[in-house]
């Protein structure tokens, strides 16, 4: 039983007896893989079913690599308060350390529950969860490592930490400039969501200084301040390259641009409602060049979003599908979105990626989903890293897919289907035609036309919004399949066997699940 701090979460989260965390079916095996009819109402319930059990499954084993209160860290002395492991692997790969970029996008699923109901009984451990990993943060940034240190600002670029606290300083890929936009996304957001659920304790535009927002954010710089020390990094060395969120290469990443761009319009806002006028202006500016920047990264001639430029990789890659949902604002940000999930350019993007896996990966074409004949159809299927990728979660060899990267082609099609249902309509582009066309079911499909507005009550609107539905369930099908008979997850699955490969328990593996399930609820929630 992994979990300790936390007995109530199943009857606070989810209104399915605690019983269910004990009697997990096992998952069919592999060679048993097949495609899931949708129109089958037992099946699908069985599906349904089983993503509220990997759901809860997936909160279990996160939660797990968490202090306070994770049972793969808890009894261990050497960790430090507000860790989020990587993964409890120690050697073969050894992932026992705490990288700011997981650490944060996993902190930030965490903020999602607690913004849900902030006075939920599961929610007051996450507050515990949530102020730990704020004071671990602010003393991180100022712990001098190989990257610089807290005054040149520079030491805000390193990207991982022992599990105690202590800088790393073996060699490694440094800096990476994603890590404290993605702090401060993070953070901002829990700004926002504790100052929604504790009114009273903003008491003026400037809190006093023992405050909670204080350690937050203060205008003075330096000072004990998290957020503005990130957003002063990103404000000042986006435009510097940096090694990308795999850690390989140095140069312009699409994601790490993406990211800094949410940073630094949200801090903007951030700034401003704590009256610190010349700092919105200066993000503010920073962003507005940013936001052109990020635009370089469509590459007209192949049809995609590039993931690093002037590389010469294909620039297929997942990273660009996590630059798209991680850099779309919270819902309720003034600013048009950058590239969100629905955008044309990120669906091309998708389908580039899903078609080279598809091909690439023995486990894609051995077990066929889809209606058999797929031809150029877009349909669910494991998904890497990038092509070129050689790492096989131990060491150099072949690539594999990850489940990471297969939850979040899922969660851009459950956010497009949401979108457009929002939306009303369907406007077909030369850009985007192609992409919902392959969408399509190969018979009794109705014909889309490119340039042609399609209204919520005609058949092809609805028909792509259904697809847009299915086919991320396909991609969440692979993930079924995959996961060990527990439900665990680690880092990837062997192209080959389809069994779990690399890093265990891999704790963004259970975040980019979760996410793409709260997007698949949501997409539900227009039917
Ligand atoms: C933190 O952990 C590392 C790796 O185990 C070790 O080398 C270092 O001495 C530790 N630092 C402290 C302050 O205990
Ligand atoms: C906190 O809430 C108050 C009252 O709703 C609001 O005026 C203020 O702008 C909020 N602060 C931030 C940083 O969102
Ligand atoms: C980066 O941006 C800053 C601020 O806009 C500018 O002063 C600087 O020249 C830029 N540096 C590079 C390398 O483009
Ligand atoms: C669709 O519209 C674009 C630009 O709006 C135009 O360049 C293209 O020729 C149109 N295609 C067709 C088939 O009408």
């Known amino acids: 039983m992994r979990l300790r701090l936390f007995p109530s979460i199943y009857f606070l989260c989810f209104s399915v007896p605690y019983s269910f965390a004990f009697s997990i079916p096992s998952v069919p095996s592999f060679a048993a893989a097949k495609h899931l009819p949708h129109n089958q109402e037992p099946l699908r319930e069985a599906f349904d079913g089983w993503i509220d059990r990997e759901e809860r499954i997936s909160l279990d084993r996160l939660l797990a690599n968490v202090k306070p209160g994770g049972a793969n860290v808890q009894g261990n002395k050497d960790v430090v308060d507000g860790t989020v492991i990587a ?15 997981d650490a944060a996008i996993t902190t930030n699923t965490l903020v999602d529950l607690y913004a849900d109901s902030p006075s939920s009984q599961l929610s007051s451990s996450l507050q515990n969860i949530l102020t730990a990993y704020a004071r671990l943060q ?57 100052n929604a659920s504790h009114p009273t304790l903003w008491s003026s535009a400037s809190p006093g200084p023992e405050s909670f927002y204080s350690m937050l954010y203060t205008a003075e710089f330096p000072a004990r301040s998290i957020i503005k020390a990130d957003l002063e990094y990103v404000s000042h060395f986006w435009n510097h390259t940096s090694f990308d969120l795999w850690e390989e290469v140095d140069g312009m990443h699409f994601f790490t641009a993406m990211i800094q761009l949410r940073a630094l319009r949200e801090g903007t806002h951030v700034a401003r409602a704590f009256g610190d006028e010349g700092a919105a202006r200066w993000y503010s500016e920073q962003a507005g060049y940013l936001e052109r920047f990020v635009r370089r990264f469509w590459n007209k001639d192949k049809g995609r979003l590039v993931a690093t430029l002037w590389s010469r990789r294909s620039g297929l890659d997942c990273a660009v599908l996590l630059g798209s949902l991680h850099g779309l604002p919270a819902a309720g940000e003034q600013e048009e979105p950058v590239f969100p999930p629905w955008a044309d350019e990120v669906l091309d993007s998708l389908m580039g990626l899903a078609r080279d896996m598809g091909k690439r990966f023995p486990i894609n074409t051995l077990a066929p989903r889809g209606d058999g004949d797929s031809g ?32 979040s082609a899922a969660e851009i099609l459950y956010r497009t289907a949401s979108h457009l249902s929002a939306t009303g309509s369907l406007t077909t582009t030369p850009l985007n035609v192609d992409f919902y066309a392959a969408l399509l079911p190969p018979s009794s499909s109705p014909d889309l036309f490119v340039n042609t507005t399609y209204a919520a009550a005609e058949e092809p609107f609805k028909t792509v919004v259904e697809r847009l539905r299915h086919v991320g369930d396909e991609f969440l099908e692979v993930v079924k399949t995959h996961v060990d008979s527990e439900g665990s997850m680690s880092e990837q699955f062997d192209r080959e066997t389809g069994f779990l490969r690399g890093a265990t328990d891999l704790t963004w593996s259970y975040g980019a699940f979760l996410q793409a399930v709260k997007a698949r609820n949501k997409a539900a929630g227009w039917l």
Request: charged share 20%; aromatic share 16%; with cysteine.
């Open 87 to 101: 993964s409890p692997s120690k050697e073969a790969p050894d992932y026992w350390y705490q990288w700011v970029r």
């Open 138 to 194: 602010a003393d991180l940034q100022r712990t001098p490592n190989p990257s610089g240190t807290f005054n040149d600002l520079q030491g805000l670029g390193e990207p991982k930490f022992y599990v105690n606290g202590s800088a790393f300083t073996d060699s490694w890929g440094r800096p990476q400039r994603d890590g404290p936009a993605l702090r401060a996304i993070t953070l901002m957001r829990y700004l926002r969501a504790y």
């Open 376 to 407: 150029n159809r877009l349909e669910g299927v494991g998904i890497g890293r990038y092509p070129e990728d050689v790492y096989d979660g131990y060491g150099t060899s072949v690539g594999h897919p990850w489940f990471l990267c297969t939850s």
